[in-house]
């Protein structure tokens, strides 16, 4: 209901629909939420769970933070170490080669969930270094676990993007006198970073439907603030209401990066 | 055999580190196994029924009647964007109970186990994905392709079963096997509402002994094993299968 009112700045700025923003189905369904808002408002006879639901809001908006913030993370630490395996991937030397694959079979083919399990669970609860003892919460153990498969999952597509790049083209740099480097730096990087960045776009998503699972191994994610409050209110309206609130906050942050990575395809087609 | 083999092997495995005593506990021992069981039940229903919900909703996205396309795009595009999790608690916590309250007064109790559910969720979910790659198989059968068979004298349904259909379910092969992997993976949420497969019972398992690692290294060699399998059935399909004229 209200989370709609949220889900919509987002979507509305879609350059399609803006030369007819009062046609586009987004602006008209958060005109309708408004109206309906306002008019409960007015009159004082807002339904009892949205009550709840609007009081619950605030709270899973920072649940939901939280999501974000361990997917970004994950990312991030995702990116950099599978940008290296993907290098080291296309070593020269075998025994590189045969370790990096071994790594990218390794956490593509294990289920993610399993995957949190295990920072979560062999990870200890506090690192010791020399005489000061850091707090190892089990978010940051979250954020280890999805990075595991985003790295190896990044140095796929990294491989490909590299892979896909015509030898050709570095044949004819290096007739145009370019060295090893500069082919790479100027030529074949460019490429891939166009070529990587849908992929990897589509992966964020996935990582941050993912995060979802730490709620699994206790963490105060959206998912979490999801349950106690249906647990609390204890309403069967409203337990219906907050779990579909919840898909949408998960639809509203995850369609418009798939909305985007679509139109980069379809630009990169072009090319 | 059992018996002489399994007190050898965890005694082997001790000096290592990895304590596997739970092995020779009659009791834990069975309930592994049966959540071994429970998760190859699992990729077992859910293959077929995701295949069948990608046909279906494939079907309906490419039948050119919007009534139909519409809510099939919109449905797909929710669960694409969403998180299995998430679904799997819309459907049983929600739905579920739903259902037993309705069912309640009629003096019957709900026939959906939380079994049943993860096998509905999860088909529907990966069919979602299937039908993407089935719909792009259709899309990439070469227009010349099917007016040459047209102009050959095919019916509609000859061009649909002969040409179209063989054309596109190999060309979406590769991905299907992909999203199929996936799935297998994807079972593993099961253990968020208790069914016990592997990754739940292990969970039991090792919250009275404490021997994560050990049961996790035994999880992911199981899941590694159930992939490979998935994918060498793929590969021997794509073999199977293969056009001339496409692919080396």
Same mark, same amino acid.
């Given at each position: 209901? +209200?989370?709609?009112?949220?889900?919509?700045?987002?979507?509305?700025?879609?350059?399609?629909?803006?030369?007819?923003?009062?046609?586009?189905?987004?602006?008209?369904?958060?005109?309708?939420?408004?109206?309906?808002?306002?008019?409960?408002?007015?009159?004082?006879?807002? @339904?009892?769970?949205?009550?709840?639901?609007?009081?619950?809001?605030?709270?899973?908006?920072?649940?939901?933070?939280?999501?974000?913030?361990? !997917?970004?993370?994950?990312? +991030?630490?995702?990116?950099?170490?599978?940008?290296?395996?993907?290098?080291?991937?296309?070593?020269?030397?075998?025994?590189?080669?045969?370790?990096?694959?071994?790594?990218?079979?390794?956490?593509?083919?294990?289920?993610?969930?399993?995957?949190?399990?295990?920072?979560?669970?062999?990870?200890?609860?506090?690192?010791?270094?020399?005489?000061?003892?850091?707090?190892?919460?089990?978010?940051?153990?979250?954020?280890?676990?999805?990075?595991?498969?985003?790295?190896?999952?990044? +140095?796929?597509?990294?491989?490909?993007?590299?892979?896909?790049? @015509?030898?050709?083209?570095?044949?004819?740099?290096?007739?145009?006198?370019?060295?090893?480097?500069?082919?790479?730096?100027?030529?074949?990087?460019?490429?891939?970073?166009?070529?990587?960045?849908?992929?990897?776009?589509?992966?964020?998503?996935?990582?941050?439907?993912?995060? !979802?699972?730490?709620?699994?191994?206790?963490?105060?994610?959206?998912?979490?603030?999801?349950?106690?409050?249906?647990?609390?209110?204890?309403?069967?309206?409203?337990?219906?209401?907050?779990?579909?609130?919840?898909?949408?906050?998960?639809?509203?942050?995850?369609?418009?990066?798939?909305? +985007?990575?679509?139109?980069?395809?379809?630009?990169?087609?072009?090319? | 055999?059992?018996?002489?083999?399994?007190?050898?092997?965890?005694?082997?495995?001790? $000096?290592?580190?990895?304590?596997?005593?739970?092995?020779?506990?009659?009791?834990?021992?069975?309930?592994?196994?049966?959540?071994?069981?429970?998760?190859?039940?699992?990729?077992?229903?859910?293959?077929?029924?995701?295949?069948?919900?990608?046909?279906?909703?494939?079907?309906?996205?490419?039948?050119?009647?919007?009534?139909?396309?519409?809510?099939?795009?919109?449905?797909?595009?929710?669960?694409?964007?969403?998180?299995?999790?998430?679904?799997?608690?819309?459907?049983?916590?929600?739905?579920?109970?739903?259902?037993?309250?309705?069912?309640?007064?009629?003096?019957?109790?709900?026939?959906?186990?939380?079994?049943?559910?993860?096998?509905?969720?999860?088909?529907?979910?990966?069919?979602?994905?299937?039908?993407?790659?089935?719909?792009?198989?259709?899309?990439?059968? $070469?227009?010349?392709?099917?007016?040459?068979?047209?102009?050959?004298?095919?019916?509609?349904?000859?061009?649909?079963?002969?040409?179209?259909?063989?054309?596109?379910?190999?060309?979406?092969?590769?991905?299907?096997?992909?999203?199929?992997?996936?799935?297998?993976?994807?079972?593993?949420?099961?253990?968020?509402?208790?069914?016990?497969?592997?990754?739940?019972?292990?969970?039991?398992?090792?919250?009275?002994?404490?021997?994560?690692?050990?049961?996790?290294?035994?999880?992911?060699?199981?899941?590694?094993?159930?992939?490979?399998?998935?994918?060498?059935?793929?590969?021997?399909?794509?073999?199977?299968?293969?056009?001339?004229?496409?692919?080396?």
């Amino acid at each position: 209901m +209200a989370s709609e009112l949220t889900l919509n700045p987002a979507t509305t700025a879609d350059p399609a629909d803006a030369a007819s923003p009062w046609r586009s189905p987004w602006v008209l369904t958060a005109l309708c939420v408004a109206a309906v808002v306002a008019f409960w408002t007015a009159t004082g006879s807002t @339904p009892v769970v949205f009550a709840h639901l609007w009081k619950w809001l605030p709270v899973m908006l920072r649940g939901l933070l939280v999501n974000i913030e361990i !997917s970004v993370l994950a990312m +991030a630490l995702g990116t950099l170490v599978g940008l290296l395996i993907g290098a080291l991937s296309l070593s020269p030397s075998k025994a590189l080669r045969t370790v990096t694959r071994w790594y990218v079979q390794a956490f593509r083919n294990a289920p993610i969930l399993v995957l949190i399990y295990f920072t979560t669970y062999v990870f200890p609860f506090e690192i010791q270094l020399v005489s000061w003892t850091f707090p190892f919460p089990d978010w940051i153990k979250v954020v280890l676990g999805l990075a595991l498969p985003a790295s190896a999952n990044v +140095a796929e597509i990294f491989r490909g993007a590299i892979q896909s790049i @015509p030898s050709a083209q570095w044949e004819a740099a290096q007739s145009l006198a370019f060295r090893r480097r500069e082919i790479f730096r100027l030529i074949v990087l460019p490429q891939c970073v166009r070529r990587m960045l849908p992929p990897w776009m589509n992966l964020y998503a996935s990582i941050t439907m993912s995060t !979802s699972l730490a709620s699994l191994v206790g963490v105060h994610d959206v998912v979490d603030t999801a349950q106690i409050a249906s647990n609390t209110v204890a309403r069967t309206d409203f337990t219906i209401l907050v779990y579909f609130t919840l898909l949408t906050l998960f639809f509203a942050y995850c369609y418009p990066i798939a909305r +985007a990575t679509r139109v980069l395809e379809r630009r990169h087609d072009r090319f | 055999m059992i018996d002489g083999l399994l007190p050898g092997l965890v005694a082997a495995l001790k $000096p290592l580190g990895l304590n596997y005593a739970f092995a020779l506990d009659a009791s834990e021992r069975a309930a592994f196994v049966r959540g071994l069981g429970i998760t190859l039940q699992l990729c077992l229903l859910t293959i077929p029924g995701s295949l069948l919900a990608g046909v279906a909703i494939a079907a309906a996205l490419t039948s050119g009647r919007p009534w139909l396309a519409q809510p099939a795009r919109a449905f797909v595009e929710v669960t694409r964007n969403t998180p299995t999790l998430v679904q799997l608690y819309c459907a049983f916590l929600v739905l579920n109970m739903l259902i037993t309250q309705q069912l309640r007064p009629l003096g019957g109790a709900n026939p959906l186990t939380p079994f049943v559910w993860v096998v509905i969720v999860v088909s529907l979910h990966k069919g979602v994905f299937h039908a993407e790659a089935l719909r792009a198989g259709i899309e990439a059968v $070469p227009r010349i392709t099917l007016e040459a068979a047209r102009s050959l004298g095919f019916s509609q349904r000859q061009l649909l079963a002969r040409v179209e259909l063989p054309l596109a379910v190999r060309f979406a092969l590769p991905s299907l096997v992909n999203n199929l992997i996936d799935l297998v993976k994807m079972t593993a949420v099961a253990s968020a509402i208790a069914v016990g497969d592997v990754t739940y019972e292990s969970i039991m398992i090792w919250t009275q002994r404490d021997n994560v690692l050990e049961l996790l290294l035994l999880i992911l060699l199981y899941f590694g094993l159930l992939t490979w399998l998935v994918s060498l059935a793929g590969r021997w399909l794509e073999e199977r299968w293969r056009m001339p004229g496409y692919g080396q």
